[in-house]
């Protein structure tokens, strides 16, 4: 069992490094990227001169005898939720960290931006099954409660399911929200899932992996183990058609990533655990933002 003591400083370390980024670096750039994307209702008042004639709100319209139109007003306050794949594989890294490291620090950059903002967060852990629903809040204890589930949480579950995950979204979070899911994405059967949660959601996919997961490096005969499914295999990485079939199955799940989000265009983000998430989380920022 992990001392409490640990899981404090752990936390506490991410805090520091990430809150810093988030006040200095990416507040303006969050604000930029996704301040001013919802509109929400505000009132019915009588046609005017200039007005969208496809805001008539033509039952009131009918009612009253009047032309009436729906009046929207920009969102101040929004709503951002984590879906964070905490599969078995999560917990993979070769180089500096593991993805479920990676995934906390960006996680803690990007809440401690939306804080600055005054905005709501929340998350949704899961695995082949939902493990934990964290209901959107306000403010530093609960963004640190969320770094330290994501980083301490035992699951149950060791596959991947993020139709499940988004279906779920969909029924717990009636509100528009700003979705960042995180996942490695080695998995597939989510596009319909995808396609009705991102009529209602603003949905940022952030794909994330490890190098070996891309390529498989020539080190002779290896024992492995899945982590997803517990299956112990022994491969022989010399071999040129193991590491053409390994890389063609790393291929078949990105593109089905890239190929759903782009059809539906939402925005995307993919980099390793060896990459400098800063510099790319500002070019994605600066990008979304134009």
């Given at each position: ?245 390994y890389e063609a199955w790393y291929e078949e799940n990105y593109n089905y990533f890239m190929t759903n989000f782009s059809k539906r ?26």
């Open positions: 069992m992990i001392d409490a003591s640990e899981i404090l400083k752990r936390v506490r370390k991410i805090e520091i490094k990430t809150k810093g980024l988030s006040k200095h670096i990416f507040s303006g750039e969050y604000n930029s990227a996704f301040k001013g994307k919802g509109m929400s209702f505000s009132e019915v008042r009588d046609y005017q001169y200039g007005d969208d004639v496809r805001n008539i709100d033509w039952n009131v319209t009918a009612r009253t005898g009047n032309t009436s139109v729906k009046v929207f007003e920009e969102e101040r306050e929004l709503t951002v939720i984590f879906l964070i794949d905490l599969s078995k594989s999560a917990f993979f890294g070769t180089s500096k960290q593991f993805k479920s490291e990676l995934m906390a620090e960006m996680s803690a950059v990007l809440a401690f931006s939306a804080m600055n903002n005054n905005d709501k967060v929340g998350a949704v852990f899961f695995s082949d099954r939902i493990e934990k629903y964290v209901p959107p809040k306000k403010g530093k204890k609960h963004i640190l409660r969320i770094i330290r589930e994501l980083l301490y949480l035992e699951t149950e579950g060791t596959g991947t399911n993020i139709a499940l995950a988004l279906e779920y979204l969909n029924n717990v979070q009636k509100k528009r929200s700003i979705v960042f899911l995180m996942s490695d994405f080695m998995t597939k059967g989510y596009e319909n899932a995808l396609n009705i949660a991102s009529r209602k959601h603003d949905i940022v996919g952030m794909h994330l992996y490890d190098k070996t997961e891309q390529s498989l490096p020539s080190v002779g005969i290896v024992r492995v183990r899945d982590a997803e499914t517990g299956n112990f295999l022994e491969i022989d990485t010399s071999s040129k058609t193991v590491r053409k079939k265009g939402l925005d995307v983000m993919s980099l390793s655990t060896e990459d400098d998430y800063v510099k790319t989380m500002l070019k994605f920022f600066k990008k979304r933002g134009k």
